[in-house]
């Protein structure tokens, strides 16, 4: 079994750490995976792009690479384009998926395009006229960096004397700012595996915060925060949940994996898409792993999918000649 990994994937780059904002949970998804990999058998080996050149995967012959980066310059196209350049297939989506999911603004779009239900949003400037916002987004509201790992950057606007302040906490991050209609209920997240028609979606994970109320510290800061997967949801609802996320994934043309963010109305239950993640946490507390376990998937097996799923969005052409 193991002899057959090492044959079927050949030499193995798994690539963490680099230059984001998210480089320390990179590094420990990275070491999680290459751990996993390496007990299967798979010739697999650490790759840090911060510290080395991507023209060494191609020197060093490396046949595949299972990207467990996150954020700016590994989870957003660009290093995508360069494992195309250089002709080694890599987990996850492709170019375009990758670069849109980064920008949520411009994700939203693909899925209103396609009837996907997400919040309404506008996109902010300094000059912005934020009584027609808040007219319009109703309050509270949310307001945040569109590109993704700059959480940072998030405030939930109670007033509108309020929102200037929060566009101005959103710029320092990021150029492109969004205000976004608060959805008060349930969060949820959903992963997704696979491509095209044999894409399916794992169990939902369901968050759930100290408080009641919506507290972006409480979510990310304290340990009471609960992770139920099984998420409890009545059976239809979890199916529902699925189906959306699968679209949503779909949509955007996503491979191998990603994990959508979703809220519920707790008025009327009708769901709202945040988010897709395309390159999502790897640690031994991460939501995918959680989520997959559930399913009955070891975290083992899980790193073993998704780098048998690697591919290139580009094929040579049969005809090509120098
Ligand atoms: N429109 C919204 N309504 C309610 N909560 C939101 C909304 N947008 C973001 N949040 C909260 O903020 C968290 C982070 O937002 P998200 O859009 O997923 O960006 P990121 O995870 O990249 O920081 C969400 O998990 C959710 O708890
Ligand atoms: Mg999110």
Redesign the pocket.
């Known amino acids: 079994m193991t002899a057959s990994l090492n044959k079927e994937f050949g030499k193995v780059g798994v690539l963490f750490g680099g230059r984001s904002a998210e480089r320390e949970i990179s590094l420990m998804s990275g070491a999680g995976v290459l751990k996993a990999l390496q007990s299967q058998g798979i010739d697999a080996h650490p790759f840090d792009p911060a510290h080395r050149s991507l023209a060494e995967l191609a020197a060093e012959k490396f046949d595949r690479v299972f990207i467990a980066l996150h954020g700016r310059y590994g989870e957003d196209g660009t290093l995508q384009g360069a494992l195309e350049q250089l002709g080694i297939p890599y987990t996850g989506p492709g170019v375009l998926a990758s670069a849109i999911a980064m920008d949520?603004a411009m994700t939203k779009r693909v899925w209103l395009h396609n009837g996907l239900p997400t919040?309404d949003?506008v996109m902010l400037a300094a000059d912005s006229d934020w009584d027609a916002i808040a007219k319009r987004l109703g309050l509270p509201?949310?307001v945040?960096p569109a590109h993704?790992?700059?959480?940072l950057g998030?405030t939930?606007v109670t007033t509108v004397e309020a929102l200037p302040q929060a566009y101005a906490q959103a710029a320092k991050f990021d150029k492109a700012v969004m205000a976004?209609?608060?959805?008060?209920?349930m969060?949820l997240?959903c992963p997704v595996l696979g491509a095209g028609e044999n894409a399916r979606a794992l169990p939902v994970v369901r968050?759930v915060?100290p408080d009641a109320n919506?507290d972006?510290q409480n979510?990310y800061f304290s340990d009471e925060t609960k992770y139920l997967c099984p998420s409890e949801l009545p059976p239809a609802q979890e199916k529902q949940i699925q189906q959306l996320v699968l679209e949503s994934y779909r949509t955007l043309g996503c491979r191998g994996w990603a994990r959508a963010?979703v809220?519920v109305n707790a008025k009327d239950n009708q769901p709202?898409l945040?988010?897709i993640?395309t390159s999502p946490g790897m640690t031994s507390h991460s939501l995918v792993p959680m989520s997959a376990a559930t399913a009955g998937m070891s975290y083992e097996a899980l790193c073993v999918e998704l780098l048998r799923m690697a591919a290139l969005d580009l094929q040579p052409s049969p005809d090509w000649k120098v």
Do not use: C, Q, R, V
Not at 148 to 151: A, L, V, Y
Not at 180 to 185: K, L, M, N
């Open positions: 949520k919040p949003f509201l949310i945040k993704e790992g700059s959480t998030l939930k976004e209609a608060f959805i008060s209920g969060e997240t968050i915060a919506y972006y979510k963010d809220m709202y945040l988010e993640n």
